[in-house]
């Protein structure tokens, strides 16, 4: 049967997520030479306003990519053939750090105690006491693939102690999750676009130390497009080294607004209520949560699908319902759905998601207690006031 064109479509992925109308109104003008002034007025607020969101007093650099392409910035700056280094892999995101690593030849320990599972920073502690020569260490702070957010301050403790740089994948946790970079001692923070800094894909991002890029300068060659140096030169004179996307930045520039407007504090705040809001509708219906258990999972909700209904069905029915949501990956995949929270979500799109997965385990053959999970969720809003008249 063909889907109905009204039915409206809601997408509560990790990555890309819902994009703010004024963001996408923004990206619909004309297009601006990039060399032109206008343009570089753009680009200086934008990355003006992108030190605000990593916690960081460091400029921020900017690259026309993917988030994966700012980790194989990291690699490719901080990493030689023979570089001992140590991964952290809890997930797929993680393990992205040990393939990048092995592509451009490093020394490399990895430590992969499984996936769900949070990594304890007792563990980094040790195993940089094992290796002392380890230079720099690859960490996640939000692990999309398991809804696990990791302890990035005390994994920052742990590398500092051993005077190992620190690098953390935040691609999706800039601006979802509480990341201090600074205050924290986190030399490297990357991260992208097409997350909770609400833009379209396509835009990439490298907040660096000045120990890390000095680390780079010292090692010259191996890269060219995601040189440190390179960068950071040219934007120190208020213009891109390549042909940026200009559009993601007429847009990227009115979503920083927003987070400037709303302000960082009370953006974790709403992440951390719509995630416990998921949460508790989770647990009333019923389910499990996937993996360690996790307050700080404030970017996305992984969900254990009960064993009665053919869990790699269910994203398809969501998808009927109109609703688009992330079943697991690899070992995962028909396992878990994952409800994502992180960027342009407000309370109305999380009771939808429950609403969806309520009506698509019944449609599974699973008992379901209709209500239940959307019941709990409006609960924990109305509890913190977020649905009461103002």
């Not at 740089?165 to 999750?177: F, I, P, Q």
């Not at 688009?324 to 939808?352: E, P, S, V, W």
């Amino acid at each position: 049967m063909t889907p109905s064109p009204y039915i409206k479509q809601y997408l509560m992925t990790a990555g890309p997520t819902p994009v703010p109308p004024a963001v996408s109104q923004a990206m619909a003008a004309p297009m601006l030479y990039h060399r032109a002034p206008a343009f570089g007025e753009l680009y200086e607020r934008v990355l003006g306003r992108l030190p605000g969101v990593f916690a960081t007093a460091n400029p921020v650099l900017a690259f026309s990519s993917s988030g994966s392409g700012a980790m194989e910035s990291a690699v490719a700056n901080l990493v030689r053939p023979g570089t001992p280094a140590l991964a952290l892999a809890a997930g797929r995101f993680g393990e992205r750090w040990i393939e990048l690593c092995e592509a451009y030849g490093a020394d490399l320990v990895s430590h992969q105690p499984g996936w769900g599972v949070r990594i304890d920073p007792a563990d980094v502690d040790a195993l940089l006491e094992r290796h002392p020569g380890v230079e720099v260490v690859f960490a996640t702070l939000s692990e999309t693939s398991t809804g696990i957010v990791h302890d990035i301050q005390a994994i920052a403790a742990a590398a500092r102690r051993h005077d190992a740089l620190l690098v953390v994948d935040a691609v999706s946790g800039v601006g979802a999750a509480r990341l201090l970079q600074d205050e924290w001692g986190v030399d490297v923070v990357v991260a992208g676009s097409q997350k909770a800094l609400m833009t379209p894909p396509g835009l990439a991002f490298a907040s660096v130390s000045e120990r890390a890029l000095e680390r780079a300068r010292a090692r010259p060659g191996g890269r060219f497009y995601f040189d440190w140096s390179r960068s950071a030169a040219s934007q120190a004179r208020g213009a891109s080294p390549f042909t940026p996307a200009v559009s993601l930045y007429l847009g990227l520039d009115v979503a920083l607004a927003l987070i400037e407007q709303e302000g960082l504090e009370n953006v974790w705040a709403r992440h951390e209520l719509l995630a416990r809001a998921v949460r508790a509708g989770v647990l009333a219906l019923g389910l499990e949560l996937y993996g360690d258990p996790d307050d700080r999972s404030t970017v996305v909700t992984a969900i254990e699908l009960p064993a009665d209904v053919d869990g790699a069905k269910v994203p398809g029915t969501l998808r009927r319902l109109g609703i688009t949501a992330n079943g697991g990956q690899d070992a995962l995949k028909g396992r878990i759905l994952r409800i994502a929270h992180c960027g342009y979500f407000g309370a109305f799109d999380m009771l939808t998601a429950l609403s969806g997965l309520e009506i698509a385990l019944d449609q599974l053959g699973h008992a379901v207690d209709h209500g239940a999970g959307v019941g709990a969720a409006q609960r924990v809003f109305a509890e913190a006031g977020v649905l009461a008249p103002a």
